[in-house]
């Protein structure tokens, strides 16, 4: 998703699996995100092009587009690159979702893995700046964690990767596969990771770069195949493609 917008894709009416065949639709990753950045790109060329009919081209030639317009190309590109990256899983025996719809609800979740370790839900991000697990408190007052990522405090991320595990995790209670597991990760593309180490933990949620997180996904696991392609099928049509 954009760099500093929430997870959000317009509804429509499309499923999550093919037809005929009964193949599962794995979606495109980073296509909601792209989707809203052109609605927004084409709004303001009109609104510009609108009020300034002769000159508008040349303001438009002129002037940067609006930073909570450009986020959101950003932010696609990055979830773009990570697709592709977890795509090369299959033959590890990981099958994934990508921008997938929250039902009754305008937010997305950015990928869905599901291996023999169980479920990960990652959401993808492409901030600028280091991410750093900063602790606070101790003996006399609460023990607090923060995700900071350069001077910014983007805790608020860790919030809603929970909301959306809870979600998924609830899918399969309901079709009956409560036993698997279910993670998650926040996963930052381009960011300013160290050369040695880097990746921690906050709250349950594995913060990482993408070659990091692919080497969690494939990491061996109780999941049989049958079952990862049974909880492939189940999310893909609680969450249909965004």
């Known amino acids: ?15 999550g699996t093919g037809t005929g065949s009964g193949q599962v639709d794995s979606g495109t990753a980073g296509r909601s995100a792209q989707r809203e950045y052109e609605r927004r790109r084409a709004q303001r060329d009109s609104r510009i092009r609108d009020a300034h009919p002769r ?12 930073q909570s317009t450009s986020a959101w190309a950003r932010g696609a ?16 025996g990981v099958r994934l979702l990508h921008d997938r719809r929250i039902p009754r609800t305008r937010a997305n979740i950015d990928h869905i893995a599901v291996g023999p370790s169980g479920v990960v ?4 991000k492409r901030y ?3 991410p750093a697990l900063r602790v606070e ?7 607090t964690s923060r995700l900071m ?8 991320l860790v919030q809603g990767v929970h909301r959306q595990t809870a979600l998924v995790r609830g899918a399969l209670e309901r079709a009956g596969l409560a036993d698997i597991p279910v993670h998650a990760m926040l996963c930052f593309v381009d960011a300013d990771w160290p050369l040695i180490g880097g990746a921690f933990v906050i709250e349950g949620v594995d913060v990482l ?11 061996p696991g109780p999941i049989a195949a049958s079952r990862i392609d049974e909880t492939h099928r189940t999310l893909a049509m609680t969450f249909p493609v965004a």
């Open 137 to 143: 408190g101790g003996l006399l007052r609460p023990r």
């Open 149 to 156: 990522v350069g001077s910014r405090d983007c805790t608020t």
């Open 55 to 66: 000159l508008g081209g040349v303001i438009l030639a002129l002037t940067d587009e609006p």
């Open 121 to 124: 839900v990652i959401d993808a």
């Open 128 to 130: 600028r700046g280091r």
């Open 1 to 15: 998703m954009p760099a500093d917008v929430p997870n959000m894709a317009t509804p429509n009416d499309e499923g």
């Open 77 to 92: 590109r990055g979830e773009e690159v990570l697709g592709r990256r977890l795509d090369a899983l299959a033959d590890h």
């Open 209 to 219: 770069w993408p070659k990091k997180a692919i080497e969690r996904l494939v990491s």
